[in-house]
């Protein structure tokens, strides 16, 4: 059985984007900087250890017009140019009723993502990381996700987007790793506890 990982830059109030899908605050300590290399590296190391990500329609329709390029783009640094080219490799899952076609080694499901989500984990293989608030969302509400990977940004956005959802029951937690990164920004990472 697949192990399901549910990690993004989070705000200290709790959110991954703030209103408008703004998320500048994630890339380190101004709004037009970008992450600390070592940040950066930790973000590639866990995607490399990851056999398969699942994203929603949102970040999906962020991440492809950047990431398939970067690393032929004028400037691209190694860390990007790595990045880049891990990220177009990846077999990728892409979960949205609204477009319909994906490129880039990923498939489009256009139907339930809980029942997909639930036969991709009954297969074998490593693990999948989950992205995007909505099929997240979904997928916690399912009981699905096996671990969190919150990395919390020193900043206070007020509102927007929500890391967890709302739940109808508990969900106990044990804290697996702790971790400072330059910038005042700290990764808590949590496994469910079944």
Excluded: C
């Amino acid at each position: 059985m697949r192990k399901l990982i549910f990690g993004m830059n989070v705000t200290v109030d709790g959110y991954i984007a703030a209103p408008g899908d703004d998320i500048g605050w994630s890339g380190g300590e101004g709004p037009d900087s970008s992450p600390s290399s070592e940040l950066f590296q930790w973000w590639y190391d866990q995607m490399r250890a990851s056999e398969l990500s699942l994203y929603g329609r949102k970040l999906w329709e962020a991440m492809s017009p950047h990431w398939p390029t970067a690393d032929q783009r004028p400037g691209a640094t190694p860390a990007e140019i790595a990045y880049a080219r891990l990220w177009r490799d990846m077999p990728k899952v892409v979960f949205s009723s609204t477009i319909d076609k994906v490129d880039w080694n990923a498939r489009l499901v256009t139907g339930d993502a809980v029942a997909e989500i639930t036969r991709l984990k009954a297969e074998d293989g490593g693990p999948m990381d989950i992205a995007g608030a909505t099929l997240a969302a979904a997928a916690m509400r399912a009981g699905l996700i096996d671990e969190y990977a919150i990395v919390t940004h020193p900043v206070l956005v007020g509102g927007g987007t929500p890391f967890f959802t709302a739940l109808d029951s508990w969900v106990n937690l044990k804290l697996v790793e702790t971790r400072a990164f330059p910038g005042g920004v700290a990764l808590t990472r949590y496994e469910v506890r079944r």
